[in-house]
């Protein structure tokens, strides 16, 4: 049997026998790093400056890994999620019910097509976390229509990527995983009137899996006009 192959069925088996937070957020990120990711995710974003009053657009929320501790953190309704899966969103919903956090009224929405979406509203922090590395260039511009729309005139938007390594064809679930040079996110951001800022690896921002694919990848950020 193949590497990979043996290495898929020995991640099925070890579902069977998982907790059910653990097989929920496999369908969404690694069922064995979740837990970490999860606490990388918000301590990112406080370090960077995050505050209970600004408005936070998740893209490509998942099973809120990532999103929990931040709708417990923000006020009321200033949490969005979207997702291009239903199904995933019903877990995510199940998960905020079970962490007793509906009272926090997220926002969670189902898009297929994110250029079209409109929140009603703009938003200070939008954070796409292992999201941008699977779209194929045509939905990468639409997630940037989105993003250039609602995004506020002093907001930031974060998002991690792969810049190197890769096999062409390679596939995570039912998604591409796209590996780019930073040339082209510069390009996409400014023309949607933003500018790009590479923040070093994710192992640097203290993201460290032992995982050479994960860690190396890059954590950007965009911001309007030049600064």
Not at 163 to 184: D, I, M, N, S, Y
Request: net charge neutral.
């Amino acid at each position: 049997m193949p590497k990979d192959s043996l290495s898929r069925l020995k991640s099925q088996l070890a579902l069977l026998f998982a907790s059910r937070e653990t097989r929920r957020h496999a369908r969404a990120g690694s069922p064995q790093l979740w837990r970490m990711q999860r606490e990388f995710q918000f301590d990112f974003l406080k370090r960077m400056g995050l505050e209970r009053t600004q408005v936070l657009l998740d893209l490509g929320c998942g099973t809120l890994c990532g999103g929990l501790p931040l709708i417990e953190f923000l006020e009321r309704g200033h949490y969005f999620g979207v997702d291009v899966r239903a199904d995933v969103l019903d877990e995510a919903r199940a998960e905020l019910r079970e962490a007793g956090l509906e009272h926090k009224a997220p926002v969670l929405l189902h898009a297929t097509d994110l250029g079209s979406l409109e929140l009603g509203r703009s938003v200070d922090w939008i954070w796409a976390f292992s999201v941008l590395l699977h779209m194929e260039d045509s939905v990468l511009e639409r997630a940037f229509e989105l993003v250039g729309r609602h995004l506020a005139q002093d907001g930031c938007f974060y998002a991690n990527v792969r810049t190197e390594g890769g096999a062409a064809g390679e596939r995570w679930q039912e998604f591409p995983v796209v590996t780019r040079a930073l040339e082209p996110y510069r390009e996409i951001g400014a023309r949607h009137g933003l500018v790009l800022r590479d923040l070093g690896s994710l192992s640097g921002l203290g993201h460290a899996t032992g995982d050479p694919a994960q860690d190396g990848q890059r954590m950007l950020l965009w911001r309007r006009g030049a600064r």
